[in-house]
């Protein structure tokens, strides 16, 4: 019998799954930045504010479509990859071809000790790339993490490329506040 309320952990935090569609085929380094930059308030049109002081990623799943020539019956193979970044150990590649109708289709968690099983905190090495992503036109990325969101720390401000609505809650595109919108949320109204 416990004769006082026991104790609690009072942090907010929670996990959540987010999808993007890759609109034009690239590269993109993943830096902690655009993790902590995920989810934000805008205070103004130009200005905003951090929601998440913490951000971990779980996994990253990635689907890609094999593309067809109007010309051809023929499917061009394509290739899906994310390279765990280390600064610990060796870096690690895991990739897929798509074959055929078949489509590539990669799904991996952070292995021990990249970067990536860490968790980003805000002004904690922002720039380190925790992973790099190879990502086809088309292709379909679900990133799912773990974050906790501010609590009485004084958020930090940054200053997305386009005009918001003030007071209203923005999705990051995955390349970045300041990236060219290449990689899409998907089902999330307000995007930046």
Request: glycine share 4%; with cysteine.
């Amino acid at each position: 019998m416990v004769s006082h309320p026991p104790q609690f952990n009072a942090t907010v935090k929670f996990a959540r799954k987010a999808r993007f569609a890759v609109i034009t085929g690239n590269t993109l380094n993943l830096t902690r930045a655009m993790l902590l930059n995920h989810l934000v308030a805008a205070k103004t049109t130009t200005t905003a504010t951090r929601l998440l002081s913490g951000i971990r990623l779980k996994s990253i799943t990635i689907w890609a479509m094999a593309t067809s020539s109007a010309a051809s019956t023929q499917y061009a193979p394509v290739v899906a990859s994310v390279e765990w970044t280390s600064t610990y150990g060796p870096s690690q590649i895991i990739s897929d071809s798509s074959m055929s109708i078949s489509p590539a289709f990669v799904q991996t968690s952070p292995p021990r000790n990249s970067l990536a099983s860490f968790w980003s905190l805000t002004a904690s090495n922002e720039s380190d790339v925790v992973a790099i992503l190879t990502l086809p036109i088309n292709a379909l990325i679900d990133i799912t993490y773990e974050c906790i969101l501010q609590n009485g720390e004084t958020p930090t401000g940054v200053s997305p490329t386009n005009v918001m609505v003030a007071g209203s809650v923005y999705m990051s595109y995955l390349d970045g506040i300041a990236g060219a919108g290449l990689i899409n949320p998907i089902s999330y109204l307000a995007t930046f």
